[in-house]
C-alpha cells in the first residue's frame, strides 16, 4: 500500500521513510469517515462503561462528592464524561496460523479521581481528595497532575478486569513508549488523547513482546482525529509495521447554522457520519445524566461485553485479511 501525502504528518512520514531503509516496509494506519448504527452502538456501550466507573469512584472513593454534591457538581461530571473523546482500536495479529484479537479501551482526559476534584473545587460542595483520605494538609488541584498517571492506573478497579483480548487503557509513564503527543497549535495538550493512549500503550505491549508486531488495527472513535493523534498512529504504523483503518465519527459544524436534515439514498458520507455523531451525542448524554446524579447506583459491569451485546460476527465484516505485505 502506497501512503497518500493527505497531511503533514503524512510528508515526514514519507521523508523518514526515504532516509532510513529498516523503513521501506512502514504501515500506514488510515483514517476514514464512521458512520452508521453499528458504530453508534459500539461507541456508546464504550462511553457506559466509563460513566459506570465514574459512578462507582464517586461512591467508593469520593463519598462526600456523591452524597453532598450539588446540581451543579453532577451536571458538570456528567458533561466531562459525555463530551470526552472515546476510542477503540481492535489490533488482530496472527500466531500458529491462528488470528487473534486484542481491544484496546481508552476515554481521552485525567484520572476520574482529579477530574472529579478539580469540578468540586469549582462547582460542588464534595471534600477533596486529600480530605477523603484523611490527609490534614489540602493540596491544590493542580499538584496532583503530577501523580495522575499512578491514579489512573490505579482506577482499573472501577472496570471491567482486563483479560488477553480486552484491556482498559489508561496514560502512560513517560518513559513507557516514544510516541507522544505533538503541539498542533491549538493551544490544548493531547497528551491524554484517547487515540495518543492507545498508540503508546501498544507500542508498550509490543516492546514487552505482549503481542506481536506487523498486525492489523480496526479502530472506532467517536470524534474527528486530531493531527496530534493522527501523528501518534503513523508513527505507531511506521514502528511496527502495522496497516489497517481507524472510522472518526465527524462532529457537525456548530456555527455553520445549517438545519439538521433527514438522511436520505442520496445522503453523502460526511452527512451519515454527523448524523451518526449526533445519534451518539444524545445517547451519551441521556445515559451520563441519568446515571451520574445523587442517590442513583447502577451496578458496574463485570466484563467487556456487559453493557450492550456486540456481535462478534457483524464486527469481524470490518476487520481487514491479514497479510505481510513485506513478503
Not at 459512578?55 to 467508593?60: R, T
Not at 486529600?130 to 495522575?148: C, H, K, L, R, Y
Not at 505491549?205 to 493523534?229: A, L
Request: proline share 5%.
Amino acid at each position: 500500500m502506497t501512503p497518500t501525502l493527505r497531511r503533514p504528518g503524512a510528508l515526514l512520514s514519507a521523508l523518514l521513510l526515504a532516509a532510513m531503509p529498516w523503513l521501506a516496509c512502514a504501515g500506514v494506519i488510515d483514517i476514514e469517515k464512521g458512520e452508521g448504527s453499528f458504530v453508534v452502538d459500539l461507541l456508546d456501550a464504550e462511553g457506559r462503561l466509563h460513566v459506570d466507573a465514574m459512578q462507582a469512584m464517586l461512591i467508593l472513593e469520593r463519598p462526600t462528592m456523591a452524597n453532598q454534591g450539588t446540581r451543579t457538581f453532577f451536571k458538570a461530571i456528567s458533561g466531562r464524561m459525555h463530551g470526552a473523546t472515546l476510542a477503540r482500536i481492535d489490533y488482530s495479529y496472527e500466531t500458529n496460523g491462528m488470528t487473534h484479537v486484542r481491544t484496546y479501551h481508552a476515554r481521552s482526559g485525567r484520572s476520574m479521581a482529579l477530574i472529579a476534584d478539580i469540578i468540586s473545587a469549582k462547582h460542588g460542595r464534595g471534600a477533596s481528595s486529600a480530605t477523603e483520605s484523611g490527609d490534614t494538609d489540602t493540596p491544590s488541584v493542580d499538584s496532583g497532575v503530577t501523580d495522575d498517571v499512578t491514579r489512573d492506573a490505579g482506577e482499573a478497579i472501577f472496570y471491567p478486569p482486563d483479560t488477553p483480548t480486552n484491556v482498559r487503557v489508561a496514560a502512560l509513564p513517560d518513559d513507557a513508549s516514544p510516541i507522544e503527543s505533538v503541539d498542533i497549535g491549538d493551544g490544548k495538550s493531547h497528551a491524554t488523547d484517547a487515540e495518543v493512549k492507545i498508540a503508546r500503550r501498544l507500542d508498550a505491549d509490543i516492546q514487552q513482546g505482549v503481542v506481536p508486531r506487523n498486525g492489523k488495527v480496526t479502530g472506532y472513535v467517536s470524534k474527528t482525529v486530531c493531527e496530534s493523534c493522527r501523528n501518534a498512529l503513523d508513527e505507531l504504523a511506521m514502528r511496527h509495521d502495522i496497516d489497517g483503518t481507524v472510522y472518526q465519527l465527524i462532529e457537525p459544524d456548530p456555527a455553520s447554522g445549517r438545519a439538521r436534515e433527514p438522511l436520505t439514498d442520496k445522503s453523502t458520507l460526511l452527512e451519515r457520519s454527523q448524523q451518526s455523531s449526533r445519534d451518539l451525542k444524545s445517547l451519551r448524554s441521556a445515559y451520563a445524566n441519568s446515571t451520574l446524579a445523587k442517590d442513583v447506583y447502577r451496578k458496574p459491569a463485570t466484563s467487556w461485553t456487559d453493557v450492550r451485546t456486540i456481535e462478534r460476527a457483524e464486527a469481524s465484516t470490518a476487520l481487514p485479511e491479514l497479510s505481510d505485505p513485506c513478503e
